[in-house]
């Protein structure tokens, strides 16, 4: 699975983005799908998860009410609504697919991982 994210960019304190990540390949379905993100000096973190289904989604706590998975696996993509944004998220966000998910939040649950799209969001 080759995953490519897309949607970063700048961005007022409380406006919106929307980022996408496309996935290749036929079996996109079958993967969990996570949303981290990086910023420069520190380690990479979990944002949020969806489910094979698109049933079940998890957050981290700093962006839960706030930011939105979702997925549409007959276009093969999954999403994240980011609402309310903080300077404290500008990030390089990145997708990750996972076939056997361990732990949502761990990055080494993940068995593929999208190039990362930069968010800055300014005070």
């Known amino acids: 699975v080759q995953l490519q994210a897309s949607g970063g960019g700048l961005v007022q304190a409380g406006g919106s983005l929307r980022l996408s990540c496309a996935a290749s390949g036929r079996t996109f379905s079958t993967y969990f799908m996570g949303w981290f993100r990086q910023v420069p000096g520190k380690e990479r973190e979990f944002v949020g998860g969806i489910r094979r289904s698109g049933g079940t989604t998890y957050y981290a706590d700093a962006v839960k009410g706030r930011f939105t998975i979702s997925r549409d696996n007959a276009k093969n993509t999954v999403y994240l609504q980011m609402n309310s944004l903080k300077p404290e998220d500008t990030a390089v966000y990145y997708c990750?697919?996972?076939?056997?998910?361990?732990?949502?939040?761990?990055?080494?649950?993940?068995?593929?991982w999208g190039q990362g799209t930069q968010v800055t969001v300014s005070s």
């Open positions: 990750a697919g996972s076939a056997i998910l361990s732990d949502w939040t761990a990055v080494a649950s993940y068995d593929y």
